[in-house]
């Protein structure tokens, strides 16, 4: 059964990013305790740019941990530390760092069945500048665009709690559209 290993929110700050002063919420702060989830996301969280991130079908951002081993491999390889050096959970940018339920096995529609909450698969993560900057290096989003690391976002379905180590469910939805093809026909101007 998958499961929640990380509960991440941020307020919305500004940042220096390209030499200019952009507002983000990328940078994402562990929660220990049970945190509220409403309609438009987590207690506590913020979303910046509305235009990108946050309404009702972008409310959660969910990241498969399996793929942190990447990041730290390919910052190791922008000279941005070692490859075993510990990325925390949240640095993707993501609320919910889950183990046990990669992006192949996730199609929109499917739902994430929590012990006090439902949330619902809507798209996948687009990445963009701010996602360079939150990794170190200017070439982030494409490399997420070509491996397809990119974690999906989530509508909030049943209100109620969630808390890092919770396991969930995934009920299946229509299974029309999988997360990857959605992705990869989202990520072809990254591509180029």
């Known amino acids: 059964m998958p499961q929640l290993l990380g509960l991440q929110t941020a307020t919305a700050k500004r940042a220096t990013i390209n030499h200019r002063s952009v507002l983000t919420a990328?940078?994402?702060?562990?929660?220990?305790v049970a945190v509220s989830?409403?309609?438009?996301?987590?207690?506590?969280?913020?979303?910046?740019?509305?235009?990108?991130?946050?309404?009702?079908?972008?409310?959660?951002?969910?990241y498969p941990s399996e793929h942190y081993a990447f990041w730290r491999e390919a910052r190791a390889q922008a000279g941005l530390g070692g490859i075993d050096d510990a990325l925390p959970w949240g640095s993707m940018g993501e609320n919910l760092s889950l183990l046990g339920l990669l992006e192949t096995e996730v199609w929109v529609?499917?739902?994430?069945?929590?012990?006090?909450c439902t949330l619902r698969v809507?798209?996948?993560?687009?990445?963009?500048?701010?996602?360079?900057?939150?990794?170190g290096f200017n070439t982030a989003a494409k490399a997420m665009a070509q491996?397809?690391?990119?974690?999906?976002?989530?509508a909030v379905d049943e209100t109620g709690t969630l808390q890092a180590g919770e396991r969930f469910e995934l009920l299946p939805g229509p299974r029309r559209l999988?997360?990857?093809?959605?992705?990869?026909?989202?990520?072809?101007?990254?591509?180029r």
């Open 26 to 32: 990328i940078y994402k702060q562990p929660v220990s």
């Open 37 to 62: 989830v409403m309609p438009l996301g987590l207690s506590g969280d913020e979303q910046a740019d509305l235009s990108v991130h946050g309404g009702l079908d972008k409310a959660v951002y969910a």
């Open 147 to 154: 491996h397809g690391c990119c974690g999906f976002y989530l």
């Open 122 to 135: 809507t798209q996948p993560r687009e990445p963009c500048y701010k996602f360079n900057a939150a990794m």
């Open 109 to 116: 529609g499917d739902v994430l069945k929590f012990p006090h």
């Open 178 to 191: 999988g997360i990857p093809e959605r992705f990869n026909a989202k990520m072809f101007k990254h591509l």
